[in-house]
């Protein structure tokens, strides 16, 4: 019996020894193209970081990030958990009619981050009342989790965090500035696919029915699906797939909308002006979502759109991108601001846009995030841009982020 033990000890540390001898022998990866993200780097060791405890928190993310075949060994974890009829996956319920939606639970939500977030984007709402916009034009749509909206098709066992008590809470220090689409959005999921099966975001139906949400709070006519060409391409499986890694998860298709009669548009991002809200090279990679502006940008200028002197300034993450065409045929100029990149002072960069003038209530501010909020692409997984602890003129390094 000791001689067995000590032969599994030996192919056990010779299997451990041999993963981690290739992992050294592979050149490191910089980006993963698969979950769409940069992978932690080698640490460097420093006092500070000794002391606080980043150095080891980064040595984990680092072996792990690194991992010899790392898209192998998940998949092959994902197999055998199915096979076991697990339907909890590396943090992802595998729901009904194929949808995969991310496991959040109450202890993930910081209930003393969340109400000093809240306080601050109101104090930046009362910020920009101070500077000349109408409290009315003030809003915020934060979009409700697919793991709400469709709640019906978890497995029975799953639980996540307490999301009516969140918007409750919004409710208390936004009232009438808060969209709330959690009863539309329901409605609308019985007969409609809102949600990528296998991706976070909601699909262009889902960002067409928040910006109708939006427009209807905001007293303002209401765009129709009718009033839309839509392109459709197959094949998107995105960022809750790389997470499992099923060969035979669903893929969705992604959905083109053009308004019948659209102006020609002048989209600026990444220095560069361009003829079109969408970039067509983006279809052809795996996340193809990137479609819309070609990613995730510091800043997004649309112009070109009706000369009705309606300027919006929109606080977004990437659930937005989808979003914003639908809007450019209504406003003369949007800008929109990322604030996991956006690195300048949103106070001058208002007064540059003129967005600070009432010019007869044509002025909106519109914050726009997931309600969970999605991660900087730079190795903080903290980094969220849902209810971002902001001020007008604070730089993303000491914005207070919420999980």
């Not at 980043?54 to 060994?73: A, H, I, K, M």
């Not at 937005?320 to 639908?326: D, G």
């Amino acid at each position: 019996m000791k001689k067995q033990n000590i032969i599994i000890i030996i192919v056990f540390g010779a299997l451990i020894f041999g993963l981690g001898l290739l992992g050294w022998l592979t050149p490191d990866q910089a980006f993963s193209e698969n979950e769409n993200r940069y992978l932690q780097e080698l640490p460097k060791l420093s006092e500070d970081t000794m002391v606080n405890g980043d150095f080891g928190d980064e040595v984990e993310d680092y072996l792990s990030d690194q991992f010899w075949q790392r898209d192998s060994w998940t998949a092959a974890r994902s197999k055998m958990k199915m096979l076991l009829r697990n339907k909890d996956i590396g943090g992802v319920y595998l729901c009904e009619d194929g949808y995969y939606i991310e496991k959040v639970t109450q202890t993930d939500v910081d209930e003393a981050r969340l109400q000093k977030n809240l306080q601050t984007v109101k104090d930046f709402f009362t910020r920009c009342e101070e500077k000349g916009l109408a409290a009315e034009n003030l809003t915020f749509m934060p979009v409700p989790t697919p793991g709400y909206t469709l709640r019906n098709k978890l497995p029975r066992y799953a639980t996540l965090f307490d999301e009516d008590a969140v918007f409750d809470e919004m409710k208390l220090v936004f009232d009438d500035q808060l969209v709330d689409l959690r009863t539309d959005f329901a409605k609308a999921a019985e007969s409609e696919q809102l949600y990528y099966r296998t991706d976070h975001h909601w699909k262009t139906a889902g960002a067409l029915l928040g910006y109708q949400c939006y427009r209807a709070a905001m007293g303002l006519s209401i765009p129709a699906a009718a009033d839309y060409t839509v392109e459709r391409y197959e094949g998107f499986r995105g960022t809750l797939y790389s997470k499992v890694l099923d060969k035979n998860a669903a893929t969705d298709t992604v959905e083109l909308y053009h308004r019948k009669g659209d102006a020609a548009l002048t989209v600026t991002y990444d220095n560069a002006d361009h003829a079109s809200c969408y970039d067509m090279e983006k279809l052809q990679q795996k996340d193809m979502y990137e479609v819309f502006f070609g990613g995730n940008w510091p800043t997004v200028t649309i112009t070109g759109g009706p000369e009705n002197g309606r300027r919006l300034l929109v606080l977004k993450d990437s659930y937005a991108n989808a979003l914003l065409p639908f809007a450019a045929a209504d406003y003369e100029k949007i800008v929109a601001v990322d604030l996991r990149y956006y690195l300048g002072s949103l106070s001058e960069l208002m007064e540059q846009e003129g967005i600070t003038d009432e010019m007869l209530g044509s002025n909106h501010v519109f914050y726009l995030p997931y309600l969970m909020g999605e991660r900087s692409p730079h190795n903080n997984p903290l980094a969220r841009a849902t209810f971002t602890g902001m001020t007008m003129d604070t730089k993303i390094d000491r914005l207070a982020l919420a999980k």
